[in-house]
């Protein structure tokens, strides 16, 4: 099952809204067809009244983040078990078009779209690709940007667990920011010797006097 994908549903939507910028990309039913990708038949069936129930979705989906990303490993489970009972996927064998070198189907589990509306179905591949992610990797694996305002959703799935940043232009950012800190601590830290040596040399001069 392509669990990298179907988890990346769930990033995707998170992701259209930065709270501490105060920035929100869904706004219109065209920025929901987006999220689709090349689900371009799910994509269609998006109308105005989806944009609402998205943004309910993807507040649901950040507080799944929020709790993992806090610590908090039964809260963020129980958070998206709830999600997972409200939109159920429909798991279907499928080989699309794809043949092994005998020319046989290369079949594999794929999640169907549900089709009763566009929210129903992105939320149920969204929930469920997040479910496989986090027993397959641990809860810890699920992650909020430590660049300050960013914090969007991550998927770590790097080998040490190492992962702080939704992208390398954030992990720049921090680590430049992080730099000019230390240098402007050493500067400090040099200015207050330097005064520290200038009023011993004003003491002994003093007291010599």
Same mark, same amino acid.
């Given at each position: %099952? =392509? +669990?990298?994908?179907?988890?990346?549903?769930?990033?995707?939507?998170?992701?259209?809204? =930065? /709270?501490?910028?105060?920035?929100?990309?869904?706004?219109?039913? $065209? #920025?929901?067809?987006?999220? @689709?990708?090349? *689900?371009?038949?799910?994509?269609?069936?998006?109308?105005?009244? &989806?944009?609402?129930? @998205?943004?309910?979705?993807?507040?649901?989906?950040? #507080?799944? @983040? =929020?709790?993992?990303?806090?610590?908090? $490993?039964?809260?963020?489970?129980?958070?998206?078990?709830?999600? +997972?009972?409200? @939109?159920?996927?429909?798991?279907?064998?499928?080989?699309?078009?794809?043949?092994?070198? &005998?020319?046989?189907? !290369?079949?594999? %589990?794929?999640?169907?779209?549900? /089709?009763? *509306?566009?929210?129903?179905?992105?939320?149920?591949?969204?929930?469920?690709?997040?479910?496989?992610?986090?027993? =397959?990797?641990?809860?810890?694996?699920?992650? !909020?940007?430590?660049?300050?305002?960013?914090?969007?959703?991550?998927?770590?799935?790097?080998?040490?667990?190492?992962?702080?940043?939704?992208?390398?232009?954030?992990?720049?950012?921090?680590?430049?920011?992080?730099?000019?800190?230390?240098?402007?601590?050493? #500067?400090?830290?040099?200015?207050?010797?330097?005064?520290?040596? $200038?009023?011993?040399?004003?003491?002994?001069? *003093?007291?010599?006097?």
């Amino acid at each position: %099952m =392509e +669990l990298a994908y179907y988890s990346d549903y769930a990033v995707r939507l998170v992701n259209t809204e =930065e /709270p501490v910028r105060g920035t929100d990309t869904l706004t219109s039913v $065209e #920025a929901v067809r987006d999220l @689709f990708g090349g *689900n371009r038949t799910a994509a269609r069936r998006a109308t105005d009244a &989806d944009v609402t129930r @998205f943004r309910s979705v993807r507040a649901r989906l950040r #507080a799944v @983040f =929020e709790a993992a990303d806090g610590g908090d $490993e039964t809260l963020a489970v129980d958070l998206l078990n709830s999600l +997972l009972l409200e @939109f159920p996927v429909s798991p279907q064998i499928s080989g699309h078009d794809s043949r092994d070198d &005998d020319g046989r189907p !290369l079949w594999h %589990m794929h999640l169907a779209d549900h /089709p009763s *509306n566009a929210t129903a179905g992105y939320a149920a591949i969204a929930a469920m690709g997040l479910a496989f992610h986090l027993t =397959e990797y641990g809860v810890d694996r699920l992650g !909020l940007c430590e660049a300050a305002p960013c914090r969007n959703a991550y998927l770590d799935t790097s080998t040490n667990r190492s992962r702080r940043y939704c992208s390398d232009r954030c992990a720049t950012r921090a680590n430049v920011a992080a730099y000019r800190a230390r240098k402007r601590l050493e #500067a400090d830290r040099s200015a207050n010797t330097s005064r520290t040596a $200038e009023n011993s040399q004003r003491s002994s001069a *003093n007291g010599e006097s």
